[in-house]
């Protein structure tokens, strides 16, 4: 391999295959960020010793920060943060919509047996960043 194609992959990856990847993970990452934070005071008055509206500003900031880590920066603790952010607020939008576990601990009851366009954009952001984050995961190492 020449010195010239070696420049423009430092994960064995060429960046012209990564960086759509981490261009997708981020703004998935971004559209999930989005709408937590726009769905957040809506939630406000579904407390425990947290609201839920408290819930959705923390998962909006673990997933804006996540965006921005992932789209700037090619390190694998970056894309696994990344993955762990995507994939529980998948996690958690799955298991609240079929699963009612009432209150419990700090936890108010969230349960919420139905779609909205809000909530599916969520869905489908958080799926999208989970499958592009697992692939980043998935790529070679740095050498």
């Given amino acids: 391999m020449s010195h010239a194609s070696r420049r423009g992959s430092s994960s064995g990856v060429p960046r012209l ?3 759509p990847i981490r261009v997708v993970a981020a703004a998935a990452l971004a559209v999930d960020a989005y709408v937590h934070a726009d769905l957040a005071p809506t939630y406000d008055l579904n407390s425990a010793s947290i609201s839920q509206g408290d819930l959705f500003r923390i998962e909006a900031a ?5 965006a921005l880590l992932v789209l700037f920066f090619r390190n694998r603790l970056v894309r696994a943060y990344a993955f ?6 998948l996690a958690a939008v799955l298991v609240y919509r079929y699963i ?3 209150a419990f ?3 108010p009851d969230m349960y919420e047996p139905l ?4 909530k599916t954009a ?6 999208v960043a ?7 995961l998935a790529l070679p190492r740095r050498r």
């Fill in 62 to 66: 673990l997933a804006a920060l996540a």
């Fill in 122 to 127: 969520s869905f489908v952001a958080e799926a």
């Fill in 105 to 107: 601990g700090p936890f």
């Fill in 130 to 136: 989970t499958g592009a984050t697992a692939v980043l």
């Fill in 115 to 118: 779609w909205f366009a809000e």
């Fill in 100 to 102: 009612d576990l009432g």
């Fill in 84 to 89: 762990l952010v995507a994939a529980g607020g």
């Fill in 17 to 19: 295959v990564e960086l």
